[in-house]
């Protein structure tokens, strides 16, 4: 089984700041990693995923995510936030050969003006 | 290129009434999930179809839950008799390759 772990619940961060989401996560067989964005009364949107290769995966909007394997670890990036980045943020990961999808609590992120 | 569609987008039932969800998936994915979305929570998966098959319901409580995709397009997931403890977002997606699932906007359902 699987299980992801979201650190923070909660982030606050200044407008043009950077920030980091972390993830951390657990399985006994190698997983696809995954970082999804909810806006407020919407579905999930694909930022980004890592299948393989390189461990930096850069998705939209600016994100760009480094897979750790060592530390089981899949932390979000930003090097300037914005407004409209205010959303909740998920992390998941699912089981190669397997699609489903096991997610963490999620981080509110919320840009502060 | 039209995404996931669910309706209705908001329900409002008493408890103990039957409630249905729709879903229709993007054209050519055939792959559909049904999640459950509890507040402050991440999704949970509750139903996988490839096509017509449900391949994994391992976490459909099917004492009250059913869904069906008859013709391995669009899905209904149904809830009777629903519970308090059913409010939450039910959310579907779709996917065609591994690993990229497309989500719909959910249809949040609030039993009273």
């Known amino acids: 089984a699987q299980s992801v772990t979201q650190l923070d619940s909660q982030v606050p961060v200044f407008e043009e700041a950077p920030v980091e989401l972390r993830c951390n996560y657990s399985?006994?067989?190698?997983?696809?990693l995954f970082w999804y964005v909810q806006y407020p009364n919407q579905g999930l949107q694909l930022l980004l995923k890592?299948?393989?290769?390189?461990?930096l995966v850069k998705g939209i909007n600016g994100f760009e995510a480094e897979f750790n394997k060592s530390q089981t670890s899949f932390h979000l990036r930003k090097p300037s936030v914005h407004i409209s980045d205010t959303a909740e943020y998920f992390c998941a990961v699912s089981p190669f050969g397997n699609e489903k999808l096991t997610f963490g609590t999620g981080t509110r992120l919320t840009i502060i003006p | 290129e039209a995404g996931v569609v669910q309706s209705p987008r908001y329900k409002i039932i008493e408890k103990k009434q039957p409630v249905a969800f729709w879903c229709n998936p993007i054209s050519g994915h055939n792959t559909l999930y049904w999640y459950l979305q509890n507040l402050g929570q991440g999704p949970e998966l509750l139903i996988r179809?490839?096509?017509?098959?449900?391949?994994?319901d391992s976490q459909l409580p099917k004492d009250r839950f059913s869904a069906e995709r008859l013709k391995g397009v669009d899905s209904t997931l149904k809830i009777q008799p629903a519970e308090l403890g059913d409010s939450a977002v039910y959310l579907c997606a779709s996917s065609l390759a591994p690993g990229e699932q497309y989500f719909g906007p959910g249809t949040r359902l609030t039993v009273t």
């Open positions: 179809y490839e096509n017509e098959e449900a391949v994994d």
């Open positions: 890592y299948l393989s290769g390189s461990t």
């Open positions: 399985s006994s067989v190698s997983v696809y």
